[in-house]
């Protein structure tokens, strides 16, 4: 019943911008931490983002730091992540997650959006 759905992925110029939705949905589903995780070809996935229910709390992989923000819409229950100042090596695949409760892990995930940096 719990739904991530991710958009915004698509082609980008390096330098340029993208900014990825998350739309989280289901019965009485209000997520905890959410957060961005990514994939590069041939890589191990690993996190890139994440921010608490209240957004005061928000961590960021070194290698996006200062470039992206995360931040949320509890009332739609979306996440985003602007995405600037982009480099070939973060192309791959984003996706979504979401805690469902304090002190859990991440459980619920999207389908993924990919992101291609072009240089």
């Known amino acids: 019943q719990v739904q991530l759905v991710e958009s915004g992925g698509g082609l980008v110029q390096a330098g340029g911008s993208l900014r990825l939705s998350c739309a989280a949905s289901?019965?009485?589903?209000?997520?905890?931490?959410m957060g961005w995780f990514r994939q590069a070809p041939g890589k191990e996935r690993e996190f890139v983002a994440g921010i608490n229910r209240s957004g005061g709390s928000i961590y960021y992989a070194a290698s996006v730091k200062g470039r992206f923000t995360i931040s949320r819409d509890n009332a739609k229950n979306t996440v985003y992540l602007q995405m600037n100042s982009l480099k070939p090596e973060d192309t791959a695949v984003y996706y979504c997650a979401a805690t469902p409760r304090y002190g859990s892990s991440y459980d619920y995930w999207g389908q993924g959006t990919q992101v291609t940096v072009s240089s």
């Open positions: 289901g019965r009485n589903f209000s997520p905890n931490t």
